[in-house]
């Protein structure tokens, strides 16, 4: 068989798995948001430059003006718009709310953890941070990893770091709330924790 490809951005597949997930839509968060002024294509006017000619509303004035003046013609449906018919797209100014989130992945790092199941943490941490990424202006990611004990690593560390030895996950949760007191108060960031673990 064939396969079929379509090019697709992050940012539309980001939107496609929270529509397919039923992943609600971001609220903004905390007392002392920041705005940010952003142009938005949302609106027509009748004058602007050619690149910005918005062709089905001016394909329409023209074809309701030659019916109406009784120039069309069934038979030889030809629309010749004229420059009063012309319509461009134009922007607004518009003022939204900034909103940060924040991400604390936490792994158990102990020797039971195979390469396939790190894999797998990588594969859902870059899922994870697309979709946040996508719904956010603003995303700070922090990486604990631990087996008994617990410690905030860089982003390379936590992917390529073994131990041997058991699993404490509690050290990990307590690492968290260390970063979320420091770092992010929840009456300001959207957090988002998430723990790795092959449950052994």
Known sequence: GHIREVEVTLDELADMLGEALELPNIEPKGK??????????????????????????????????????????????????????????????????????????????????????KEIVRIES?????????????????????????REVDEDTFYRTRESGGTRISSAYRGAVKIIERDFPPSDWNIYCFQFSDGD
């Open 126 to 150: 870059f899922w994870i941070d697309t979709w946040l990424k996508k719904q956010y202006d603003g995303v700070q990611r922090r990486y604990i990893i631990h087996d008994a004990v617990a």
């Open 32 to 117: 002392n948001n920041i705005s940010s002024k952003k142009d938005k294509y949302n609106s027509v006017r009748q004058t602007g430059p050619d690149s910005l000619r918005h062709f089905k509303r001016t394909y329409k004035r023209a074809l309701k003006r030659q019916i109406a003046s009784n120039q069309y013609n069934p038979q030889n449906p030809v629309i010749v718009p004229t420059k009063d018919d012309e319509r461009f797209r134009s922007w607004k100014t518009v003022t939204e709310p900034e909103t940060n989130a924040a991400i604390i992945y936490m792994m158990d790092v102990s020797g039971s953890m195979t390469d396939e199941q």
